[in-house]
C-alpha cells in the first residue's frame, strides 16, 4: 500500500506532472462519453475518474494504471441494467451505482480468498474475440446518437457534425503523428499529440454550438451538467440486490481480466511486478469508491494506461493529479459543457473503439493454431449474437473448450531403440528397432481427467495392432503430473493387463510425479517394475537382450 | 452397427440368455422405482427399458451396457420438470417424454459433430463428489415413501414395511453373498444371487399386501398398471420447447458422462474399443425412443451393466433379450403390479442409492491430491445445497478450476550444471554450478493461457534476484506444447528482455513444438538463439566457458 508513495523521488515528478495533465485532457470526453455509452449522464463519466483511481492508487500495484470508465464495463453496465430500468431515470443511475458496489465486493472478497488466478480463464485469442465483438456492438450502438436520429432516417446537421468529427478523427489518427513527426516533433510528444485531438474535436463542436446555432437547429447537447464535486452516499434500491448478483460476477471478472491484460503490458516493460490479489483489491476499493460517488464500474483502460505511461507517468501519482484535476474542472464554472454536442461525442466512441478492433491476435493465431483462431471468431460471434453478457460465458466455455480439446489428442509415440546406442525414438521418425513382445509408449502429456480416455484408447490400439505383447512400457519423461482422474486409469489399465497376462511398466518417471505417486496405492500393485531409464527396462524385458 | 451380430457365435448364446434374464428380473423394481423418482407412474420405467436398448443394440458400441432407467437422470428429471408441471398430471409425463426427445436430439447432434470429447469436461473427483451429493439426495427424498407419510408424521403399516424391506435388502447385500459362498456356491452365481433380492423382496411386500389387508391400513401401492405394449406415439406440449432446452443439454450430458464411465469400465476388462461419437448417436436414439414409446430420459447404468457383464452378457442380444422379456410381462397380466406397496419400492431405491455412495475415489483423492478432494467435496455439496441441474454446471467449474488452479502453479527450475558432466539439474536438489551472467530456466509444464502469467512472474523473480543477468535461457525439453496465448507472452518477453539488454535464449525445444514454433515470427525475431541442448548453450553463453 502506497509501496510507491514511501520511494518517490523528487525526479518521478515532472512525468507525473506532464502525464496527469495530459490523461486529465484525455479524460473529460473519453469519461463523458463512456458514460453515455452506460445509458448515464455525461456527468456520471466525470465523477468515475476522481475517487476511483485515487482508491486504486492507495491499493492496486501498478504504478501506470489508469482507472476510470473503459468502453466494454460501460456497456456491461448498459446491458446488465436494460431490463431492470429505463436509461436516464433515477432508479438507472441508482442501479448503476449499486451495480459499482456489488462488483467492488465481489472483487474485494475475491482479492481476499487469493483467487487471483481466475484471471487465468480466459485465454488471450479469446479475450481478443470478446474485445472485437464488444467494440462492434459499441460502435453500432452510437450510430444513431452519430447520426442525430434512429436509422435509417437521420437528422441532417446532426449527422454532419457527427461524420465531420468522425472523419477529423480518424485523419488525425492515421495522419497526424506522422505528420508531426516528419516537421521534427519528437515521436512520444507525437504521439501524445495525436490522443488530444479527441479533446480538440470536441471543444471544437462544443464551439460551433452556440456560433451555428446548432442547438436551435435540434442537435441534441450533454445538457445542463451540475457543478460542484460528487456527494459521498450509498444509493442502492434493497428490492435490486439478488438481480445485479449475476452481472455484478461476470462485470467483476471483466473489469479484472481487462484491467489486469493492459497493466501486465506496462508493467513488463519497467519490470515491475503486478500482483494479482492486490490488483482485486485495488480494483475492488475503487469500484466501492465509485459506487459511492455517484459513479459506476470502472476499471483499468489500456488506451488510457498507455497514453498515462507514454507521457512519462512514473507512479500513482500521475492518477492523483488527473483526479485533481477533473475535481477542478467540476469545481470551475461548467455551463459550457452542457453545449457539447453529441454527435461528436459520438464520434470520439466509435474511433477509440476502432482502435480496440486489432487483428494481430487473430492474424497470429490464424497461422499458429487454428483452434485458438476458431475460439476467437466464435467468442466475437457470440458476443454479437448473444450480447456482451452471455459472451463472458461464451468465452470462458470456448477457453476450456479449446484446451480440453487439444488435450483430448495427446501425443503418444511408440518407441524403438537407435540400434547400438542407449537412445528411444519415435519409430515413426527415426529407423529405431522394437523388440518381440515388448511395446515401449512415451505420452507427451501431463496426465489428467482431459485425456486419459484418449490415453487409455491409445494403449487399447496399439495392444490390439500387437496381439504378442507380453510388457507394457509406459515411458513418462514428458509428463510433468498425474492427477487423481488418471492415477485412477492407471489403476484400471494394471488390473486389465494383469488379467490379461501382461505386465505394465513405468520408466523415467519424473521426480515430483514420483513423489506423489508413493502417497498412492499404484506403486505397490503395479503388475510390473518401475526403471529408471527406458534403456533398462529394454534391458531387462526384451528377449533379444535376455538371450545375449 | 450391429457388428456384434454379424460376428455372432453360437457359443455366446447361453450367456447372453442368462444375462437378459437375470437383468429382466432386476429391471423390473428398478425400472419401476426409478420411474417414481422421476416423478412418473411406475409403468412408464418399464416401457423406458423396452426401446430404449434396442436402439442402443442397434447403434451403441459397449457390448454389456444396459440401458434404461438410472437414478441420477431420473432425479435431474423430477428437478427439471417440478417447476413447469405437477407429477401425476398428463402434461409432466407429456414433459417427461419431451425432455427425453430434446435430450436424444441434444446427443444425437453431439455424435453428429463428433465432439464425444465433452466427456473430459468432468474430472473423476468431479463425477464421484456429483453421483454422493445426487445419491443422499434421491435416498432423502424416498423417506417419506418408505415411511409413508410426511416427514416426520409416519404411517406406522407402511414405516413397518418400508423399514422391514430396508432391513432385509441391507443384510442381504452384506450378508448374502458370502453366506451362499460359504455353502459352496460359485462366487459370480452368488453375486447375482444377492443382486436379485431386491426383486424377491418387492415380489414378497406384493404378496403381503392382499394376505395382511395392507391397503385397508392406508399402505399405498403402485395402482393399476395398464397391461400391453407401450403405444408409439409423440407426446410434446409446444409452449414447453424452450423453458426444456436447457434442461436437456445438462440432461444430456450426463446421461452421456454416466453411460460412458461405466461402459468404459467394462470395456476395459474385455478389451473392447468403445467409440464416444457412436455412443453418443446410441444414446441419443435410445431417448428419442424412449420419448416416442411412453418414457423418460434414459442412460447406462454401471450397476445394472455389472450385473448383465457378470451374469454373462456377450453381446447386446442379452438387453434385447431383457426387453423381449419385459414386453412380455406387460403382455402377460399385470394385475398383481398394481398392489406392489410403495414403502418396498422407496427401500429397494434407498439400497440402490447407498451402493453408490462409493468413498474410494474421496479417500484416493485425500492422499494423493487435496485439491482434487476439495473439489470432490464441494461438488457434492454443491448437488446438496443447490439442486442436480446447478450440480452439473458445478462440477464442470470445480474441474476446470482445479485444473487452472493446478496450471497457475508451473514447477520451474534453475539449473545449474553438475560440476565435470553435461548435465543440468535443479539447482535447489543438486550441488551445480551456474555461470555469472547466465540464467537457465527450466519450465516443467505446457505453456498455455492458464500458466504464462505464472511464469512471467517467476521470470521476472529470478531476474530480479539475478541483476547481472546477461542472458536467460529457457529450457523447454518438457514443454509439450505452447498455444497462442504464450506465443504471445513469449514475443513480450523477448521484447522487454531486449530493451533491458538481456538475451532471450530457448533450449531443448521439442520436434512438434519447434514446428509449430516456425510458423510464427518468435523464432525470427528471438533476441538470442536456438539450441540443441542445454550444454550447448551454456558452452556459448557462460563467461567461463567462454574463457578457456
Not at 492486490?278 to 464500474?297: D, R
Not at 513405468?506 to 515430483?512: D, I, M, Q, R, T
Request: net charge positive.
Amino acid at each position: 500500500m502506497l509501496h510507491w508513495l514511501r520511494h518517490y523521488r523528487r525526479a518521478m515528478l515532472p512525468g507525473d506532472i506532464s502525464a496527469g495533465v495530459v490523461v486529465a485532457m484525455m479524460m473529460i470526453p473519453q469519461g463523458m462519453a463512456y458514460a453515455l455509452v452506460a445509458g448515464l449522464p455525461p456527468v456520471a463519466g466525470i465523477y468515475a475518474s476522481i475517487v476511483p483511481p485515487v482508491l486504486y492508487a492507495l491499493f492496486g500495484t501498478s504504478r501506470t494504471q489508469s482507472v476510470g470508465p473503459m468502453a466494454i464495463v460501460s456497456l456491461m453496465t448498459a446491458s446488465s441494467l436494460a431490463p431492470l430500468a429505463a436509461a436516464g431515470t433515477p432508479l438507472y443511475a441508482t442501479l448503476a451505482a449499486q451495480l459499482a458496489l456489488l462488483s467492488g465486493l465481489v472483487l474485494l472478497a475475491c482479492g481476499m480468498l487469493r483467487i487471483g488466478f481466475i484471471a487465468n480463464f480466459f485465454s488471450r485469442p479469446v479475450m481478443s474475440g470478446f474485445t472485437i465483438g464488444s467494440s462492434i456492438v459499441i460502435a453500432l450502438g452510437q450510430l444513431p446518437a452519430l447520426l442525430g436520429a434512429s436509422l435509417p432516417a437521420l437528422h441532417l446537421p446532426s449527422a454532419i457534425l457527427g461524420l465531420g468529427s468522425l472523419v477529423i478523427l480518424l485523419a488525425a489518427r492515421s495522419l497526424l503523428a506522422p505528420q508531426l513527426r516528419r516537421i521534427g516533433v519528437g515521436s512520444v510528444v507525437a504521439d501524445i499529440g495525436a490522443k488530444l485531438v479527441p479533446m480538440a474535436v470536441v471543444l471544437g463542436a462544443t464551439v460551433l454550438v452556440p456560433v451555428l446555432g446548432l442547438e436551435g437547429l435540434g442537435v441534441r447537447t450533454t445538457g445542463t451538467v451540475p457543478a460542484g464535486l460528487p456527494v459521498f452516499h450509498l444509493a442502492a434500491s434493497f428490492g435490486h440486490w439478488q438481480p445485479l448478483l449475476q452481472p455484478a460476477l461476470l462485470i467483476g471478472f471483466m473489469i479484472f481480466l481487462i484491467s489486469m491484460s493492459g497493466a501486465q503490458t506496462l508493467a513488463l516493460k519497467r519490470a515491475e511486478k503486478l500482483h494479482s490479489n492486490y490488483e482485486l483489491i485495488g480494483l475492488g476499493a475503487a469500484n466501492v469508491g465509485s459506487a459511492l460517488s455517484g459513479g459506476f464500474p470502472v476499471t483499468g483502460s489500456i488506451s488510457r494506461s498507455a497514453v498515462n505511461f507514454a507521457a512519462g507517468a512514473n507512479t500513482q501519482l500521475a492518477s492523483l493529479i488527473t483526479a485533481a484535476l477533473l475535481a477542478l474542472a467540476l469545481v470551475a464554472p461548467t455551463g459550457w459543457l452542457a453545449l457539447l454536442p453529441l454527435p461528436a461525442l459520438a464520434a470520439t466512441i466509435i474511433v477509440a473503439v476502432l482502435g480496440m478492433l486489432d487483428t494481430t491476435t487473430l492474424r497470429t493465431a490464424w497461422r499458429y493454431d487454428r483452434v485458438d483462431a476458431a475460439a476467437l471468431l466464435a467468442t466475437a460471434a457470440g458476443v454479437l449474437a448473444l450480447g456482451v453478457e452471455a459472451g463472458v460465458v461464451v468465452g470462458v466455455a470456448l477457453s476450456m473448450g479449446a484446451l480440453i480439446w487439444r488435450a483430448s489428442r495427446p501425443h503418444i509415440a511408440v518407441l524403438g531403440r537407435i540400434p547400438g546406442t542407449e537412445h528411444f525414438r519415435n519409430v515413426e521418425r527415426y529407423s529405431a528397432e522394437t523388440a518381440a513382445g515388448l511395446l515401449l509408449l512415451r505420452v507427451d502429456a501431463g496426465l489428467f481427467f482431459g485425456n486419459v480416455e484418449a490415453v487409455n484408447e491409445r494403449i487399447e490400439d496399439e495392444l490390439a495392432a500387437r496381439p504378442d505383447t507380453r510388457h507394457l512400457v509406459l515411458v513418462l519423461s514428458a509428463v510433468n503430473a498425474i492427477d487423481t482422474s488418471a492415477l485412477f486409469a492407471l489403476a484400471e489399465l494394471n488390473t486389465m493387463l494383469r488379467t490379461r497376462g501382461i505386465g505394465l511398466h513405468l520408466a523415467e518417471v519424473k521426480g515430483p510425479v514420483l513423489d506423489r505417486l508413493k502417497q498412492s496405492a499404484l506403486l505397490d500393485e503395479l503388475n510390473g517394475k518401475l526403471f529408471l531409464s527406458t534403456a533398462m527396462a529394454w534391458d531387462a524385458l526384451s528377449p533379444n537382450a535376455r538371450t545375449h
